[in-house]
């Protein structure tokens, strides 16, 4: 294994030291400046991968505070929320599960070591330019090889901003009912050299604190439509969150570039109960305390050498009390430390193109990462996992063909305490998407990719949650679209784009959790063999009626056929696996008027099942949301005041997404910002 890790090392430094030796007659590869994406609409993606992207303009006029609000806009998401802000918010993305979708941060993966699985409720939207959701492998290479190792990918983009003054400073309140109350800041300062054109540095840091009791009033109904109903509020469902985020960008010239990330998150919160009949109290707590820091540097050589190194450092906190908890100490008191150090480094040359020459690139990366997790629990074996990853991947291509490859090598390790602790792995993942260009600006796609996961330490080890028998995931996937590029129709007044993907996956082992009595405990079981069908459709549309008059329309609906192909004698065979809708999608309907923008955004979700076999027992009854957003951002004397007021779930419905959480009915939630 350490010739492995050396080998690779060495290979990529070769190449390093490789592309160094540039040839001074040829013109260098050049940084250009980033400039904010511009205007409030946006097209649909065409690259061989299905790509979604919402812009910082469209995310400004969505009802949506967390990053999980915005995704529900997207199509094949489905947000597992629990209810309430400090409810735990996981996402799926194809019926694949919240542990295939990786979420990278301005380049690098995010990882939450407490379950392996990212709680975008963590996560806010003040610094966010744009949210990419990439499923299969597109054309962007020059990246890490952990990123080549999700089925899906959320990219989330604040790099992509580049101030347009020297000094920028936001300050912000969001309040809304049930004690919500969240004030933000945001401080940026750009500092240009006065010798060198390229050289510059710019440094940001944001600042966002959360509060809510939220006590929300909801229906229990104890039996069928006939039976009798009590209105209750939602209890031990608080929340205290502090999210603390420093950036610097240091560009040392046209080629180099350093980038450096801190983050801080520290949050005490309630964990509600299941609505179980006549017991509704809970009492237990959970605190998370998760820091972060994070450095790349980026080098473009001459003749298309490109090479970027990054490393990365991430400590996570858990505790976990439950008071009522009935032992000998009269109490569940567990206290976890979970630790990852990451490394990467990728190479990357790109032919240099003209008009006769076919486009081609090839990137090779190398990634490492050790896990270890220490736990207050006597009988913990605290686990710890070592884990390299080497991809492989080549873009090509001419005129109307493009093709992406990727291969990617993982090799497992799992030890405790410097002994070998369960199986070791090593998988080897290929991947390819394809895209061809047709006449009237349409384009067909298709890609397959193969992914392997392995069980995180809470899905194996946690008391409260672990398995030890839990076998790794493989995946399957496959996917065959079409995508309409931007149309521009009726004299440049109507702008419109749309894609069209039908897929195909089959999971085997797939690692499944149920919740049980409260948020923090789980079941984890392998579901054997899932194949999921499905289609997703999306449509962009832009309608000018006059100058600084707009309407615009984005939508999108998805079909999904997820089932149990494992025991054709079992009772869940063909049946639908949990909390997983057939049915799911989300419109907004937006009007700009220089006084006023005002969204109304619908969410549609089918019925689900909470446990396997589909029962009526074991129905979760289908739900819409409505909202209305009214916003408007006024000049004065060079400042900006903002004003947002969302006026949330309009039919007051207590729907479940989860069952025995239901969510809040109707509710208000104002901001109001001053920026200059």
């Not at 940026?188 to 939220?214: D, M």
């Not at 679209?481 to 419109?496: F, I, T």
Request: some cysteine; glycine content about 8%.
């Amino acid at each position: 294994m350490i010739r492995l890790v050396l080998t690779g090392m060495i290979i990529l430094f070769c190449f390093r030291f490789a592309a160094a030796q540039t040839d001074t007659t040829q013109q260098p590869t050049r940084w250009l400046p980033e400039v904010q994406i511009g205007g409030w609409y946006s097209k649909i993606e065409t690259s061989p991968a299905a790509v979604q992207t919402l812009t910082v303009h469209q995310i400004e006029h969505l009802p949506a505070l967390q990053l999980s609000d915005a995704l529900k806009y997207m199509s094949g998401v489905v947000v597992k929320d629990y209810g309430g802000t400090g409810g735990m918010k996981t996402v799926s993305v194809r019926g694949l599960g919240s542990q295939h979708t990786g979420v990278a941060y301005d380049g690098m993966s995010l990882t939450d070591c407490q379950t392996g699985q990212i709680d975008l409720g963590k996560l806010t939207l003040d610094n966010v330019g744009t949210l990419t959701l990439t499923t299969g492998v597109d054309l962007d290479i020059f990246k890490p090889a952990r990123l080549f190792s999700y089925s899906n990918l959320l990219n989330i983009n604040t790099s992509n901003i580049f101030p347009n003054k020297p000094f920028k400073m936001k300050l912000a309140l969001t309040m809304g009912m049930y004690g919500f109350v969240s004030p933000q800041l945001f401080l940026e300062n750009l500092i240009k050299s006065k010798t060198r054109e390229n050289r510059f540095v710019i440094w940001n840091l944001s600042a966002n604190f959360t509060h809510s009791n939220g006590q929300y009033p909801y229906i229990l109904h104890y039996g069928g439509i006939t039976d009798s109903v009590s209105r209750e509020r939602r209890q031990n469902s608080d929340i205290n969150a502090l999210n603390l985020e420093a950036n610097v960008k240091y560009s040392m010239n046209a080629d180099q570039q350093l980038l450096v990330k801190w983050y801080y998150y520290d949050s005490e919160r309630g964990l509600p109960s299941a609505t179980v009949f006549y017991n509704l109290n809970s009492s237990q707590r959970l605190w998370n305390r998760n820091t972060f820091a994070q450095a790349q540097y980026y080098h473009h050589f001459g003749k298309g050498w490109r090479y970027q190194i990054g490393g990365k450092f991430n400590y996570d906190y858990t505790r976990y009390l439950d008071p009522e908890y009935l032992n000998a100490a009269g109490k569940l008191d567990n206290h976890y430390h979970q630790y990852e150090g990451y490394l990467t480094n990728v190479v990357n040359y790109t032919l240099p193109k003209n008009d006769r020459q076919a486009d081609f690139s090839v990137s090779l990366a190398n990634d490492l990462f050790y896990n270890q997790l220490n736990s207050s629990t006597m009988e913990y074996i605290n686990p710890a996992r070592f884990t390299t990853m080497t991809s492989l991947s080549v873009r090509g291509g001419k005129k109307m063909f493009t093709i992406v490859g990727n291969l990617l090598f993982t090799t497992v390790n799992n030890m405790s305490q410097g002994e070998q602790l369960g199986k070791n792995y090593l998988h080897l993942s290929p991947a390819v998407s394809a895209s061809l260009n047709l006449k009237d600006r349409v384009t067909l796609r298709a890609f397959y990719k193969n992914i392997f996961r392995m069980p995180t330490f809470n899905d194996l080890y946690y008391r409260e949650v672990g398995n030890l028998n839990l076998e790794p995931e493989k995946t399957h996937q496959w996917n065959l679209g079409a995508v309409l590029e931007q149309q521009r129709m009726a004299a440049g007044k109507v702008y419109l784009s749309a894609s069209l993907d039908g897929y195909f996956n089959i999971v085997k082992d797939k690692i499944v959790a149920f919740p049980s009595h409260n948020l923090f405990s789980w079941t984890m079981l392998n579901y054997g063999t899932v194949w999921i069908a499905g289609a997703e459709a999306n449509a962009n549309l832009e309608y000018q009626f006059v100058k600084k008059y707009y309407l615009r329309f984005n939508g999108n609906c998805t079909y999904q056929k997820a089932v149990d192909r494992t025991d054709p004698t079992g009772k869940t065979f063909n049946h639908q696996i949990p909390y997983t809708p057939v049915w799911s999608g989300s419109t907004s309907l937006g009007f700009e008027t220089p006084w006023i923008t005002i969204t109304y955004a619908v969410i549609l979700c089918g019925k689900r099942y909470a446990l396997g076999e589909n029962i009526p027992a074991n129905e979760v009854p289908g739900y819409v949301d409505h909202s209305i957003t009214l916003s408007h951002e006024f000049d004065i004397r060079q400042t900006k005041l903002g004003l947002k007021l969302e006026l949330l779930n309009l039919a007051n419905q207590n729907y479940l997404i989860i069952r025995n959480y239901p969510m809040q009915g109707f509710g208000l939630r104002g901001r109001i910002s001053w920026g200059f």
